[in-house]
């Protein structure tokens, strides 16, 4: 079976750090890719792992653990426009599958 | 930068009643996705597309809904009749490469449908 968990809410505060984790089970696994999509708009692309490690990309960076079945997103730095919902999303070859997503929220 | 359209924006449908919505990719991308997205959750992929072959439909119900992409390029979604649990955004997606980058799609704005 496949299942995908994250935690549903996160707040932190401007210029903070926040780590939101993402435990999977899928068939078939390729790699991690993560999303972030803002309140009424479209999920946006991030990153993608696919191999075990870390992977940054400016303010972010994303984490992968095959062994673990485990990743996260951490967001330095945080700014008041990183307030969305962040989905991470399994690629197993054919597509990808998206969970519920953690909804962060910045406050100043 | 090139975007992904979708139209129309927002529509609000009558139960029993047919709706479409269009999406145009990225010039250039072969795969073309749709997805439904409800409230509070994560999207969901009803159909994708390579070129203009059905990759994968499996989550599509296909007893109201149906998905063409006639010339590989443009694509449309219809649901017919809609019903009130059809209520939701409808968001398509596209990736340049068959395999490689399925991982990174880009989407379009999303068409918001109500039904009443």
């Known amino acids: 079976g496949q299942s995908l968990e994250q935690p549903s809410e996160v707040t932190a505060v401007e210029g903070a750090i926040v780590q939101i984790n993402c435990t999977y089970q899928?068939?078939?696994?390729?790699?991690l890719s993560w999303y972030q999509q803002h309140d009424g708009g479209a999920p946006t692309f991030l990153s993608y792992?696919?191999?075990?490690g870390l992977e940054e990309t400016g303010r972010f960076s994303s984490f992968l653990s095959r062994s673990d079945s485990y990743g996260y997103l951490l967001l330095q730095e945080l700014q008041m426009k990183d307030s969305a919902s962040y989905f991470c999303?399994?690629?197993?070859?054919?597509?990808?599958?998206f969970g519920t997503g953690t909804r962060l929220q910045v406050f100043p | 930068e090139a975007e992904v359209a979708q139209s129309p924006r927002y529509k609000i449908t009558e139960k029993s009643q047919a709706v479409a919505f269009w999406c145009d990719p990225i010039?250039?991308?072969?795969?073309l996705y749709w997805y439904r997205q409800i409230l509070g959750q994560g999207p969901e992929l009803l159909v994708q597309?390579?070129?203009?072959?059905?990759?994968?439909d499996s989550q599509l119900p296909k007893d109201r809904f149906s998905a063409e992409r006639l010339k590989g390029v443009d694509s449309t979604l219809k649901i017919q009749p809609a019903e009130l649990g059809d209520s939701a955004m409808y968001l398509c997606?596209?990736?340049?490469?068959?395999?490689?980058?399925?991982?990174?799609?880009?989407f379009g704005p999303g068409t918001r449908l109500t039904v009443t």
């Open positions: 997606a596209s990736s340049l490469r068959p395999s490689g980058t399925i991982y990174e799609q880009y």
């Open positions: 999303a399994p690629y197993g070859g054919d597509k990808l599958i």
């Open positions: 899928t068939s078939g696994f390729y790699g």
């Open positions: 597309f390579q070129d203009e072959s059905v990759v994968d």
């Open positions: 792992n696919a191999l075990d």
């Open positions: 010039s250039g991308h072969a795969t």
